[in-house]
C-alpha cells in the first residue's frame, strides 16, 4: 500500500495506495472535525484547493450526528459528498482534552459529553466500531494522549496500556472488516507512539508496536505544549525504528516550519486545525511570512493577501477587502481567509514534494524553514 521513492537525507517521497485513491507523500490533511471546515468550506471547495485526505473526528461525529446515522447514510464518504481518502482520529485527543471530565480504566474511558453531560464510555472496541461505521479509509487505534510532562511511572503504565489497547483495536477490527454489511471492509489502521518526552519510553514503545504490522504508525502526545526543539528530538529518536515501508503521521502538527522541520526528520503525514483557525481570526500564511490581515496598515492594501499565491482567493480579492470584511464581521471573511490558508498548506506539501523529486529539498527548507515563520 506504501512505496517509497525516493529519500534526500531521511526526508521521503513516497505513494500511498488506498481503496479511496492514490495519495502522494508527504501530505497534510485537511482537518474537518465534525465532516465539515469551519469557515464554510465545503468538500467540494476542497478538491479546487488541493485537499488529497480529509481528517474527521470520531468523537465529535459520535455525539452527533451520531455513527450510527452516519453509517445509514452510507458512511461518511456519501454523507460529506467527499471521494478521496478519509482519516478518523481514534477520539484518544479528545480523551486527552476532556480531562476534567473523564476517569481512564483498563476497559476504557469514561467521560462525560462537552455537549451536554450525557456519561459516556469509549474503549478500543467502540472506537473501533465508531470508525468502521463511519467507514473511514484510515482509523486509527485507542490511545491515551498524556500531557506534558508527566511523571516518569505514570507515562510509562499509560504506554503498556495503550500496547494492550491497542490489540484489542487490531483485534476487533479484524472482526469488523470481516463482518457482513460492513461499509468498508478495507479499512486501515494506524497504530500510535506514546512514551511523552521520555526518549527510552518512547524508542521502547515503537519498537514493540512495530511488531504488530499495522497498515501505519503515527507519533502523538506530541505538539501539546512542549517546545518545537523538543518535538523534533522525541522525532529524531523514534523515526530509526518506525517501519520504513509503512507512513509515517506526526499528529496535530503543526505550522508550516513544524511541517517541513518533520519532512526532513522522515514524516509523511501531517494534520492540524491552526491553518483555518488562525484564518478565521484574520492570520494567514504567505511565502514571506505571517501576515494579520486586520492591521490598519491594510486598509487600502489593493495587493492579494499574498501576491505569489493563485489561489481563489488571491486570484479575485484584496487585501483591503479582506480587511473590511473581518472588521464588519461578515462570514466571507473567514471563508475567503480560511480558503487560503488550506490552498497555502496544500501547496506547500506539493512543492515539498517537488523539491524531493528534484534532490533540492536541503536547499528548499534552507530558504524556507525560517522564513514562513517569521511574521510580516
Not at 4 to 22: P, S, W
Not at 34 to 63: F, M, P, R
Not at 265 to 283: I, K, Q
Not at 342 to 371: C, G, H, P, V, W
Request: proline share 4%; charged share 25%; glycine share 8%.
Amino acid at each position: 500500500m506504501f512505496t517509497l521513492l525516493k529519500k534526500e537525507g531521511h526526508a521521503r517521497r513516497g505513494v500511498f495506495e488506498t481503496v479511496h485513491g492514490t495519495i502522494q507523500t508527504p501530505f497534510f490533511m485537511n482537518v474537518g472535525t465534525s465532516a465539515a471546515i469551519k469557515g464554510g468550506i465545503s468538500s467540494i471547495d476542497l478538491v479546487d484547493l488541493k485537499c488529497q485526505v480529509e481528517l474527521c473526528n470520531t468523537y465529535h461525529l459520535h455525539l452527533r450526528p451520531g455513527d450510527q446515522l452516519i453509517r445509514t447514510m452510507g458512511g461518511l464518504h456519501k454523507f460529506m459528498n467527499w471521494k478521496k481518502p478519509i482519516l478518523t482520529d481514534s477520539g484518544g485527543f479528545q480523551v486527552f482534552s476532556l480531562s476534567k471530565l473523564r476517569r481512564i480504566k483498563e476497559e476504557g474511558v469514561y467521560f462525560q459529553s462537552h455537549i451536554d453531560g450525557k456519561r459516556i464510555f469509549m474503549g478500543p472496541e467502540e472506537s473501533m466500531r465508531i470508525q468502521s461505521n463511519l467507514a473511514s479509509t484510515i482509523a486509527m487505534a485507542f490511545d491515551e494522549c498524556i500531557e506534558n510532562p508527566s511523571p516518569f511511572k505514570y507515562v510509562k503504565d499509560s504506554c503498556a496500556r495503550t500496547v494492550r489497547w491497542l490489540h484489542r483495536c487490531q483485534e476487533e477490527m479484524a472482526r469488523l472488516n470481516a463482518a457482513e454489511g460492513t461499509i468498508n471492509p478495507k479499512q486501515m489502521l494506524f497504530g500510535i507512539n506514546q512514551g511523552g518526552t521520555f526518549d527510552d519510553l518512547r524508542v521502547s514503545h515503537i519498537k514493540e508496536i512495530a511488531g504488530l504490522d499495522l497498515d501505519g504508525y503515527a507519533i502523538g502526545g506530541l505538539a501539546v505544549g512542549e517546545p518545537a526543539e523538543v518535538m523534533y528530538h522525541i522525532i529524531e529518536q523514534v523515526e530509526p525504528f518506525m517501519p520504513v515501508h509503512k507512513p509515517r503521521y506526526l499528529m496535530g502538527v503543526g505550522t508550516p516550519q513544524n511541517i517541513i522541520e518533520g519532512v526532513y526528520r522522515g514524516v509523511d503525514m501531517f494534520d492540524c486545525v491552526m491553518p483555518s483557525r488562525n484564518a478565521r481570526h484574520g492570520t494567514v500564511f504567505t511565502w514571506d511570512g505571517i501576515l494579520h490581515i486586520t492591521n490598519e496598515k491594510h486598509m487600502t492594501d489593493s495587493q492579494p493577501l499574498d501576491p505569489k499565491c493563485d489561489c481563489p482567493t488571491c486570484r479575485n480579492f484584496s487585501r483591503a477587502y479582506v480587511r473590511h470584511l473581518f472588521k464588519a464581521n461578515e462570514q466571507l471573511a473567514g471563508r475567503l481567509a480560511v480558503q487560503h490558508n488550506l490552498y497555502f498548506y496544500n501547496t506547500l506539501m506539493e512543492k515539498i514534494r517537488d523539491a524531493l523529486d528534484e534532490d533540492r529539498f536541503t536547499a528548499f527548507r534552507d530558504e524556507y524553514s525560517q522564513k514562513l515563520a517569521a511574521r510580516i
